[in-house]
């Protein structure tokens, strides 16, 4: 049991590209987040989905997308990367609506420049 | 004002004392409360989760809530240099789909 894998672990990319996050869960689990974690602002939702083909946005949405095809993966992707997008992003699960434990992968860390 | 408040620390104690870690919440529509440990560099890990007022315990953990006062307390007992870590109080709104965090309390415990 892997729990939730997130690739890449680190990532540098140049304003304006685009890139895609990975995140898998080998949990069957239904719930589905990704959280951005940044210095004096905590951690913070920026997309999350009940189940697949079902996603919403969170507090913080803007210049991100989703998508759910699966129940194992949930890709965030950059649109267009700008340099507030620096963060370390966190894509967590839980099992289903009664359960809120949610686990979280180890993290990708992002540097836009 | 943050929805859920912590101090941020860092809170050095020495091996063996008794730690002492609060979250002061505002929504008093809040029901579940979660302590997650964070070690540097690594994500959330899910150490205790309650629901409404009381105590809870887990080894060396207490998770208390006090509905009243708006106020979250974990309690580290014969604490270790390997808890030293950042710990995050956080509560979910009532769908369950958003975790409301603080910025959560750095720990250092020297040996």
């Known amino acids: 049991n892997a729990g939730v894998t997130q690739t890449p672990k680190f990532q540098v990319l140049k304003t304006g590209q685009s890139m895609t996050l990975q995140c898998a869960q080998d949990?069957?689990?239904?719930?589905m987040s990704w959280y951005r974690q940044d210095p004096g602002m905590g951690l913070r939702l920026i997309h999350y989905s009940v189940g697949a083909g079902i996603t919403d946005q969170g507090e913080v949405p803007n210049g991100y997308n989703v998508s759910r095809s699966t129940t194992e993966d949930f890709p965030l992707r950059l649109l267009s990367a700008a340099p507030s997008q620096t963060s370390v992003y966190f894509c967590?699960?839980?099992?289903?609506?009664?359960?809120?434990?949610?686990?979280f992968g180890s993290g990708t860390r992002l540097t836009v420049v | 004002q943050k929805e859920v408040e912590q101090d941020p620390g860092p809170l050095s104690v020495p091996e063996g004392a008794i730690v002492s870690l609060n979250c002061t919440y505002s929504?008093?529509?809040?029901?579940?409360f979660m302590w997650y440990r964070q070690y540097s560099r690594k994500g959330p890990e899910l150490l205790m989760y309650t629901y409404s007022s009381g105590n809870k315990e887990d080894g060396r953990f207490t998770a208390q809530v006090d509905k009243s006062s708006k106020y979250i307390s974990l309690f580290i007992r014969d604490s270790q240099p390997s808890d030293s870590a950042t710990y995050l109080c956080a509560t979910p709104n009532n769908a369950g789909n958003m975790l409301t965090f603080g910025g959560g309390t750095r720990l250092m415990v020297k040996p």
């Open positions: 949990m069957n689990h239904e719930y």
């Open positions: 929504n008093s529509a809040f029901q579940y």
């Open positions: 967590a699960s839980r099992k289903s609506r009664g359960d809120y434990g949610y686990t």
